[in-house]
């Protein structure tokens, strides 16, 4: 179904216009755009004339350092310029700032030919450096740091063994089996006022806790001005293992018995449970543990038990716990063929000191 003829050309003159405006409008958005990009040229035209401050950062070497001499307190490895000039020569810098060739420092310059020393570089040497690959226009207002200063050192140094300055610990069911640090020694360079006062080349302080596995870590070592150790940093590694309980049989061994005494305990071996790491299991075997009854402590035990108790537990081995703990024994006198021959029968009073132990 079709509109009337005349709502349709109503339609038409409508968009039509919409359309005029719009093109109208852009038109003139267009004009004002133009004019404002203009105009804001024109001011930063005119605002890049006027004097400004801005900071500009310089990189710094110390070059000509002979063969075996360490820098062992380097200069700062840039320098931050506070400059005034033009805006338009500020942008320029700004632009190159990745490209300024570096203030470059003659080691022989300052070299005052001892073994060990403190040089103080002036401020001037710096900014004469700097305003060198500046435009005469530039003035320097400030440099920062404001202070520039190097240690040296030509070969007084001593080995000293690294001492690792921290805490290390592990989860519950883990433990710590042992710490290798590498290189366990470092040379270092310093003036002898403060080499004699040293023992060790100490780490900074750095606490390892939580551990549930075997971990390396690099940590640097105290320093302090005038001095530099070679490496700056060690590798510490802690070796971190897992406890498993495991369990042995074990015999009760009789010692400094007489010859016709025999020791029979019930039973006659025992069940040891022990916690050890898991990497030193099988290094443990049931003749690791010793467990021993002294023919005194039989024969003077007033009990109808003997109580056991372990002699030697092997390293590494915790937590160790014997069942039973307390066993029942039996010292049985035992006459060799000789002596039944050459001797009489033991009296009744001899045969008393044979003791016997049962179970109650």
């Not at 400030?142 to 202070?147: A, D, I, Y």
């Amino acid at each position: 179904m079709q509109l009337p003829r005349q709502i349709r050309t109503g339609k038409r003159r409508a968009v039509w216009g919409l359309t005029s405006l719009l093109r109208e409008k852009g038109r003139d958005m267009l004009l004002f755009a133009f004019f404002f990009v203009v105009s804001l040229g024109f001011w930063l035209l005119q605002k890049l004339n006027d004097t400004f401050e801005a900071d500009i950062r310089v990189p710094l070497e110390l070059v000509g350092v002979p063969d075996g001499t360490i820098i062992t307190s380097p200069l700062p490895s840039e320098v931050s310029v506070t400059v005034r000039d033009r805006g338009t020569n500020l942008f320029h810098y700004m632009q190159r700032s990745k490209s300024l060739t570096p203030i470059r420092l003659d080691f022989s310059v300052y070299d005052n030919g001892s073994a060990a020393g403190k040089i103080t570089v002036s401020p001037a040497d710096i900014q004469r450096a700097f305003q060198q690959q500046m435009l005469s226009s530039t003035q320097v207002q400030q440099l920062r740091p404001s202070k520039f200063e190097f240690h040296y050192n030509r070969g007084v140094c001593r080995r000293l063994p690294v001492k690792y300055t921290g805490s290390i610990s592990t989860v519950r069911q883990n433990y710590l089996q042992k710490v290798t640090i590498n290189p366990d020694s470092v040379m270092v360079y310093a003036p002898s006022t403060i080499l004699d006062t040293m023992r060790y080349a100490y780490t900074v302080r750095h606490d390892i806790t939580g551990l549930t596995k075997t971990g390396t870590y690099n940590i640097p070592l105290v320093s302090v001005v005038g001095m530099k150790s070679i490496p700056e940093a060690i590798q510490l590694t802690a070796h971190v293992d897992y406890y498993t309980e495991q369990t042995v049989s074990v015999p009760v061994v009789g010692l400094n018995f007489p010859a016709d005494i025999r020791l029979k305990t019930f039973p006659a071996k025992v069940t040891i449970k022990y916690r050890v790491g898991a990497s030193d299991a099988a290094k443990i075997k049931p003749d690791s543990f010793a467990l021993v009854a002294t023919y005194e402590e039989l024969y003077n035990n007033d009990r109808q038990k003997f109580t056991l108790q372990l002699k030697s537990i092997p390293h590494g081995v915790s937590n160790v716990r014997i069942y039973p703990r307390e066993i029942d024994y039996l010292l049985e006198y035992m006459p060799s063929a000789e002596t039944t021959e050459d001797k009489e029968e033991p009296s009744l009073g001899d045969r008393q000191k044979s003791k016997r132990r049962k179970a109650s």
